[in-house]
């Protein structure tokens, strides 16, 4: 888990996320992704070097993104 999110661990006192939580962290996740997948197909129209480095490190940094938030639904409630 990145430094950042570190700085921000809040958990409620059960230990678990509240269902609109879990519900909030999946919509994050779904609209990165989308995100994501859309860098990823713009990137080879593009012709600029530098341009192309930017995108390659964004992809990165989404894709680490992407997994950090999903790591925290580990903290999501069994509902019975």
């Known amino acids: 888990m990145s430094n950042h999110y570190q700085q ?4 409620s006192p059960t230990g678990t996320l509240a269902p609109h ?4 962290l ?14 990823k197909d713009f990137v080879c129209e593009v012709r600029d070097p530098e341009l192309r480095q930017l995108y390659f490190e964004a992809i990165q940094v989404m894709e680490k993104h992407i997994i950090e938030t999903a790591n925290m ?3 999501r409630p069994i509902l019975p």
């Open 8 to 11: 921000l661990q809040f958990i």
């Open 21 to 24: 939580e879990a519900i909030g």
């Open 26 to 39: 999946d919509e994050l996740i779904a609209f990165k992704a989308v995100a994501l997948t859309r860098l």
């Open 73 to 75: 639904l580990n903290y």
